[in-house]
């Protein structure tokens, strides 16, 4: 992941970033978020983020209640004018969605790791979830695999759920009951 300034799309401004500067920057593969008018840039992910996030929507898909939806990224989560996310994964009430984005607050979002957003992933843009309120967050690592959920305490503060890796079934409640065993996230890509 890297951090860009604005300079290097648009023509300088005073300020920091907004939403509305998103739409002018190109649709190259990359994903462009933005955190508190700071731009973050990824590349496009490899095979095994792509299987995981691909099986785990369908398992999601599967279990997910009428009131909720679930949406596989590029989706744009918009907090305001300066904060834009588009988690690889995330779940949130229906009658919330607009065609373009989610205005509030997913109740769950998922970000499975990339050797070049992990510190992100991990740090800062879960910092960014607890911040909004975003009640479940999922974490994935590719490499192991495993999955670590993380929810919000009554104080608002992430607490680590539960974890799983490989065989291990995680018994979700939240938003809604799933069971997920990260080898089968990989499908094929597991025996490998």
Not at 85 to 100: A, H, I, S
Not at 132 to 160: C, H, K, M
Request: glycine share 6%; aromatic share 8%.
């Amino acid at each position: 992941m890297t951090v860009m300034t604005e300079s290097q799309f648009l023509p300088p401004r005073p300020g920091p970033m907004t939403v509305h500067d998103l739409e002018g920057l190109p649709d190259d593969g990359r994903r462009y978020e933005l955190i508190d008018g700071t731009l973050l840039v990824s590349p496009a992910p490899g095979r095994r983020h792509q299987k995981i996030s691909a099986r785990l929507y369908g398992v999601l898909e599967a279990a997910c209640p009428p009131q909720f939806d679930v949406i596989a990224a590029p989706f744009a989560v918009r907090s305001g004018e300066k904060v834009e996310l588009q988690p690889d994964l995330l779940v949130g009430w229906e009658n919330e969605f607009t065609e373009k984005n989610l205005p509030t607050a997913p109740v769950l979002a998922v970000e499975v790791l990339s050797p070049s957003t992990a510190l992100h992933d991990l740090n800062t843009k879960k910092a960014l979830y607890q911040r909004l309120g975003v009640r479940s967050y999922w974490v994935i690592d590719p490499d192991e695999p495993a999955l670590t959920a993380f929810e919000l305490n009554d104080e608002g503060i992430y607490q680590q759920a539960a974890k799983a890796a490989a065989d291990e079934p995680f018994a979700a409640i939240r938003p809604f009951a799933v069971r997920v065993v990260p080898n089968d996230l990989l499908g094929r890509l597991a025996a490998e």
